[in-house]
């Protein structure tokens, strides 16, 4: 179920963004943030496992400042393109090791379909702790428990979705509270030898504590 190689991001980045479900989730990623979460031009954001930044941008003229971080070059030279091309002067791009990643501020990390490439869970959520201000919030989006036929190649992969009441478990052990899920859409995918399946994707929301 477990891979130990590192999946190499930097040679998908030029075509990342041609394919077309792959956009639309994003979407669909990112409306379910701004449902959830209240935005506001005060705030300062991270977007974690960025990739090209197709939630970054979405989520970009709502805030103060969002900063995507991925710990592939070249998907943050494709969203570091996008911001010259846009003249944007509030988004920004950071290279991280998703396992060591540490000090910052921030009232908002987000993540979308990034959390499958990370070993250890419950570490990450005590780094986004860490990270957050008080009062500060995390939301991020996954896929729900599946058999490991969403992913066709599996280098990387740590986990085949994610039991929502464990992880919601895991956030309040690292210290968050008001602690909430909903399904953020439904990915549907032809799968070999099942045709046609559907892969709900879920959003966490949580606090850290005034």
């Known amino acids: 179920m477990k891979s130990e190689i590192q999946k190499d991001f930097d040679k998908e980045a030029a075509q990342w963004d041609a394919n ?3 956009v639309q989730m994003a979407n669909e990623v990112s409306a379910a943030i701004i449902r959830e979460v209240p935005l506001t031009t005060g705030m300062q954001v ?7 930044g197709l939630i970054t941008l979405k989520l970009q003229p709502f805030v103060k ?19 010259g091309q846009q003249s ?3 988004v920004f ?31 990450l959520f005590k780094a986004w702790f860490n990270q957050l201000r008080a009062g500060g919030q995390v939301c991020f989006a996954d896929l729900d428990t599946e058999d490991g036929s969403f992913h066709s190649d599996k280098t990387g992969v740590f986990h085949f ?16 509270d008001k602690v909430r899920a909903t399904t953020a859409t439904t990915i549907n995918k032809e799968v070999k030898g ?17």
């Open 20 to 22: 077309p479900g792959r």
């Open 46 to 52: 991270m977007d974690f496992g960025c990739g090209t």
């Open 65 to 83: 400042t969002i900063t995507g971080t991925d710990s592939s070059q070249g998907m943050l030279a494709a969203l570091q393109q996008k911001i």
């Open 88 to 90: 944007l002067d509030n």
């Open 93 to 123: 791009t950071r290279h991280v090791d998703f396992a060591t990643d540490s000090a910052a501020s921030y009232d908002l990390i987000v993540s979308s379909m990034t959390l499958h490439h990370v070993p250890d869970t419950l570490a």
């Open 161 to 176: 979705g994610f039991d929502r009441e464990k992880l919601q478990q895991q956030l309040l052990d690292a210290g968050f």
């Open 194 to 210: 099942q045709g046609a399946v559907q892969f709900p994707v879920f959003l966490i929301t949580a606090t850290r504590p005034e």
